[in-house]
């Protein structure tokens, strides 16, 4: 069975950082891409950042230059490193990842595999 575990989450002050893990688990992940979604109350479900099996990445332009997508293929391990926090990142976390070669990264449709989660609350 395959589980995707968020942690990592919590309450902080805009201007500090957050680093977000996200371990697989049932299969392996490495050449396919994974991802980080958000929900904020009342919005729909948005892209945040993407890294591919190979390394390349892509990010939400609201995120660009402070949030970073990395993973850990021997370990099954994605991260999202937060940095620069705002009020407006506050939202739950979502970890997604494909099970097949993706073709639009930024699609929730395009990811098999879904996490349950963490929330992140940025106070001002």
């Known amino acids: 069975q395959v589980q995707l575990v968020e942690s990592g989450g919590g309450l902080v002050q805009a201007g500090d950082s957050l680093r977000l893990s996200c371990a697989a688990s049932?299969?392996?992940?490495?050449?396919?891409?994974m991802a980080w979604f958000r929900q904020a109350p009342g919005k729909e479900r948005e892209f945040v950042a993407a890294?591919?099996?190979?390394?390349?990445?892509i990010y939400a332009d609201s995120v660009k230059g402070r949030f970073t997508v990395s993973r850990d293929n021997t370990k099954n391990i994605v991260y999202l490193q937060m940095n620069s926090l705002k009020p407006e990142d506050t939202a739950v976390y979502y970890c997604?990842?494909?099970?097949?070669?993706?073709?639009?990264?930024?699609?929730?449709?395009?990811?098999?595999?879904w996490g349950q989660g963490t929330h992140v609350a940025v106070s001002s």
């Open positions: 890294i591919s099996g190979s390394g390349w990445t």
């Open positions: 049932g299969r392996t992940f490495s050449s396919y891409p």
């Open positions: 997604a990842a494909a099970a097949q070669a993706v073709t639009v990264l930024r699609s929730v449709l395009q990811y098999n595999y």
